[in-house]
């Protein structure tokens, strides 16, 4: 098969999705990517970009787009030839969070409905994913004053898939480097924006330093110009414990600093997967995330109750408690690190639709 995947925003999870998929296709695979920028002008302007730039649309055998563009758009300028086309969901605009003075454009929350209903299959990176998208999309669809389309979300439902992203690690057991458990390293590997909501787990670290329970720390994730001023401030705060302040642009010190990690933790309010949580267990880290999201669908319920709190209170009682007794969590490491093994690209290309394995 000749499969063409089209990337709008190639940068982050993005990129390394459309990267790993090529990796273990065992298909050609050819990318046609636009950079990670002006978000709203991709998903307005990307389809035209596309059509206009692969000419030879027909001669593919499958189209995989995912979902920052108008796939309506897409069928309606590339003509009547096209092969199949599915759109894989990283997010939607229907309920990502808003930051601070933004207003929510309903159109582009239709664009998303409408090109899943345009794709021949349509894929979602988690459960909880699916269930927000068709929640919020049967609210805006009955939102219109009239010409409500009868069955728009059933169609939908009925040709989409759940199938979790890859993880750039390789399957089987992985040897993990014993944690520092005198100043346990506390890691926070998420981007460095609004949805990832730092301000409740530097409450906690502050908490933890107020009553001089030792800890060190890495704030790693990208760092954009628009970075919440809480991090400048934590970089302030936190400075005798800080080990890594900022981005790890080589794969290789990253995953090192995960290595030394024993604590990776969210408060995040926009998470439809989590690869950076899946990639710090997989290297030994112990998680503290929150009870929502799709957190809970990738941590094993059986640690349900010991590894996610409830509220931010009880973040922060929780962190306390981990730090102080980590040596009472260590042995959850093995067992969390195989459960993650599930999610790396080796295994999860063969949860693709059996078309893509013959």
């Known amino acids: 098969m000749k499969i063409l995947f089209l990337e709008p925003f190639y940068g982050g999870s993005h990129k390394d999705f459309a990267l790993g998929f090529q990796s273990v296709c065992p298909h050609e695979v050819t990318l046609v990517t636009l950079p990670d920028r002006f978000w709203k002008w991709r998903m307005r302007g990307a389809a035209l970009y596309f059509a206009r730039t692969v000419s030879d649309m027909a001669s593919y055998d499958l189209i995989l787009a995912t979902d920052m563009m108008d796939l309506t758009d897409l069928k309606a ?21 808003l930051a601070k003075r933004q207003k929510r454009d309903f159109h582009l929350g239709f ?13 979602f990176n988690s459960h909880h994913h699916l269930n927000t998208f068709l929640y919020h999309a049967r609210k805006l669809i009955r939102r219109m004053p009239d010409a409500i389309p009868a069955g728009m979300i059933e169609r939908i439902e009925k040709k989409t898939q759940v199938i979790y992203p890859g993880c750039r690690f390789e399957p089987g057991k992985i040897e993990l480097a014993p944690p520092n458990t005198e100043a346990p390293l506390i890691i926070w590997n998420h981007r460095w924006e609004y949805d990832k909501n730092p301000d409740p787990f530097f409450r906690a670290l502050a908490r933890l330093k107020k009553k001089k329970i030792c800890f060190s720390l ?5 760092d954009f110009t628009q970075a919440p001023g809480a991090f400048d401030r934590a970089g302030k705060q936190f400075k005798e414990e800080l080990i890594q302040y900022g981005y790890l642009a080589a ?3 990253y995953l090192a600093c995960l290595r030394k990690g024993a604590i990776v933790v969210s408060s995040a309010i926009q998470e439809n997967f989590g690869i950076s949580i899946v990639e710090a267990v997989r290297h030994g880290c112990i998680p503290l995330l929150p009870r929502r999201l799709s957190y809970p669908e990738i941590i094993p319920e059986n640690v349900h109750d010991k590894l996610l709190y409830q509220t931010d209170e009880d973040l922060e009682e929780r962190l306390e408690e981990m730090v102080d007794n980590y040596c009472e969590y260590e042995p959850l490491r093995p067992f969390l690190s195989g459960h993650m093994e599930r999610y790396a690209w080796q295994n999860i290309i063969k949860t693709y639709p059996a078309v893509i394995h013959s």
Do not use: K, M
């Open 251 to 253: 794969r290789d010190d």
């Open 77 to 97: 300028l590339a003509g009547p030839d096209l092969p199949p086309v599915w759109l894989y969901f990283h997010e939607n605009q229907l309920d990502y969070p």
């Open 218 to 222: 890495a704030l790693l994730g990208e």
């Open 111 to 123: 664009t998303n409905i409408i090109s899943a209903l345009a794709a021949d299959r349509v894929f």
